[in-house]
């Protein structure tokens, strides 16, 4: 097992100067003086110091625990700590070792001491997918040569991506340094602090192995991403010259296969009922012979799919027609429109498939239930019409079947918008702050904070999010709030153990035309050491 210990140095105006430390634990010291300072001993562990800052050229570098077998380095450089104390660190992964690595997918942190420390520009909490190859096998109880190390992942365990940094074959040969991936904390308050630093490894490819995983493709972008677990029981076949050979998923969502001979191999899976393909369903793997006579091996042959709930049977129906008095009623004078479109998707399914009509003659309507191909909630929705404006919502979710009938009922009303007064559009803006003295107020002392999401609660499967900027400012525009119906504002990542104002916020459209700014803040509470 590798240890090292290590000093960053950073600086702000004026000159600030850090140090960072890793025992256990990685942990960074700011300290507002003119040069480094001993750190005090870390929560855990040994303490026993040395630093490897290199002032020619701006970088410093550490090791951290690393599996077996890998010697890998952390290369950081660019320190920074901003004027909303956030702490930026340019960190890089460094093969130290005499052998090619494949390169580690990540860089898990975890265990931050104190607990209101977070990283802000990576998923946080993250769940691990099963079949994640777990770096820190537990040690056996009785062998005392092994330092346990903490619960995997860990509590508020968050992963820093760098796949993709390490070139087009996803190696690191020896001495070799990835690109760097920019980490950044926030909740330091210019303040010590510490965390475990793991490596998210995977295992070299075997000779003359083909393999993979079939996964969940929760956001439909066609690569597995570190939250996306396994499926098990689908079918994936190896085509050969006189045969298909077919291995089904395990638990974890994996297949292999072992080859004798080089080839250009064709691997094809079968998509079961329920789902779709988000990534090619046929996959070519080149497999060569080395110089030393060994075949070489692939172990990313993965394929995605993402998966929809059984059709309901029933039916939407309605008419979309002239509003002559606006009321938003169909009354007896009010005739119906014709060649309008209307759409109906599920809101609960990973990949809504959308069912689209034409209104008749009449203005009239029909969607099918199983053209919809996902369970109830639904989100019906007029398309729009040149000319016109709406005298009812443009968009009616539908979440409960009435009673004694198989069908809803759904009309649109529409008026000519040349005598209509302006449209309604809303406009949400606010500030995520620190809340100094938790008063629930924006204090003039009380700094915004950056790289904060906040997200429109609504009913559709749509999400709609914005970021604070460098003064904490966020804003949705009506173009925005106006995609689906809004009943709430929360402030989603990162996670603050302490808020000051309520969160999520809820709100109420106005249906006056003309336009409106709602002002919503949130304020956290960032405690010091």
């Known amino acids: 097992m590798n240890r090292m210990h290590f000093f960053l140095t950073g600086h702000r105006d004026p000159p600030l100067h850090f140090g960072v430390l890793l025992a256990l634990p990685v942990m960074f010291l700011l300290q507002s003086c003119a040069e480094n300072v001993t750190p005090d001993p870390t929560p855990s562990g040994d303490t026993d110091f040395s630093g490897n800052y290199d002032p ?34 340019n960190v890089a992964i460094r093969n130290d070792g005499s052998e090619s690595i494949p390169g580690p997918s990540g860089v898990l942190v975890s265990h931050f001491q104190p607990p209101w420390v977070f990283p802000m520009n990576t998923d946080c909490p993250v ?28 509590p508020g365990a968050c992963v820093f991506d760098h796949r993709g940094t390490y070139g087009e074959d996803g190696m690191l040969a020896a001495g070799e340094t990835s690109a760097a991936v920019e980490w950044i904390f926030g909740g330091t308050g210019g303040n010590s602090f510490a ?6 490894t995977e295992p070299a490819p075997q000779d003359g192995v083909i393999s993979g995983v079939v996964f969940d493709d929760h956001n439909e972008n066609g690569q597995r991403d570190l939250d996306e677990p396994g499926i098990q029981g689908v079918g994936v076949g190896l085509v050969m010259p006189d045969l298909v050979r077919i291995q089904v998923t395990d638990e974890r969502g994996r297949y292999v296969f072992e080859v004798l001979e080089p080839g250009l191999y064709t691997l094809n899976m079968t998509v079961p009922d329920g789902a779709r393909a988000t990534t090619p369903e046929e996959l070519q793997v080149l497999i060569v012979r080395r110089d030393d006579g060994s075949l070489s091996g692939f172990l990313h042959a993965n394929f ?139 204090d003039p002392d009380d700094p915004g904070i950056a790289f904060v999401e906040l997200q429109l609660l609504s009913p559709c499967d749509v999400v709609l999010a914005a970021t604070t900027d460098s003064q904490g400012y966020f804003r949705f525009d009506p173009n925005v709030v106006r995609t689906c119906p809004v009943y709430g504002v929360m402030q989603t990542r990162p996670v603050f153990h ?24 949130f304020g956290v509470g960032l405690e010091r050491n």
């Open 56 to 89: 020619s050229s701006g970088t410093m570098e550490f090791t951290v625990e690393s599996p077996p077998g890998v010697l890998a380095r952390l290369v950081a450089s660019g320190i920074t700590l901003d004027a909303n104390e956030l702490l930026h660190v």
């Open 195 to 200: 965390f475990h630093a793991r490596l998210l």
């Open 304 to 442: 995605g799919l993402v998966r929809f709930a059984v059709p309901e049977e029933g039916f939407i129906e309605g008419t979309v027609f002239v509003d002559h008095n606006r009321n938003g009623l169909r009354d007896r004078a009010d005739e119906g429109y014709a060649g309008v479109g209307i759409s109906a998707s599920g809101l609960l399914c990973l990949s809504p498939v959308a069912a689209f009509a034409t209104t008749d003659g009449l203005g009239h309507y029909v969607i099918r239930g199983s053209d919809i191909r996902c369970s109830l909630p639904w989100l019906v929705q007029r398309m729009p019409v040149a000319g016109f404006i709406g005298t009812t919502p443009d968009q009616v979710p539908l979440a409960q079947r009435p009673p004694n009938t198989n069908g809803f009922h759904v009309d649109f009303g529409i008026a000519p918008e040349d005598s209509t007064t302006d449209p309604v559009n809303v406009t949400i803006e606010g500030f995520v702050f620190a809340d100094r003295n938790q008063d629930g107020v924006q």
């Open 498 to 521: 302490v808020h000051t104002t309520p969160n999520p916020v809820e709100i109420v459209l106005p249906t006056v035309p003309g336009n409106h700014l709602l002002r919503v803040h």
């Open 127 to 154: 769940p691990i997918p099963a079949d994640s190859t777990d770096p820190w096998p537990r040690p056996d109880p009785g062998d005392s040569t092994i330092t346990p190390m903490p619960p995997f992942p860990g």
